[in-house]
């Protein structure tokens, strides 16, 4: 009987410590994860920003060509 005892307690402190660091290691994918995701959002950010000023040129441009041909 105290063998059983002793096998189980040993198979439930292996598996605690197996899943720690299963659970340790997620953090750690989910952590970098987060990183990449945020940087790429920022690059994200920065790309609309981006063509919603070249839109506003090619407006602007569009508006002086305009101007520039009815003064013709």
Not at 12 to 28: A, S, Y
């Amino acid at each position: 009987m105290q063998e059983i005892i002793i096998y189980f307690s040993a198979g439930f402190l292996t598996g605690l410590i197996i899943m720690f660091f299963v659970v340790n290691n997620l953090k750690k994918q989910q952590s970098l994860l987060k990183k990449k995701y945020e940087k790429t959002s920022l690059g994200a950010d920065d790309s609309e920003l981006k063509v919603k000023t070249l839109e506003n040129k090619i407006k602007t441009l569009e508006a002086a060509l305009e101007k520039t041909l009815k003064n013709q």
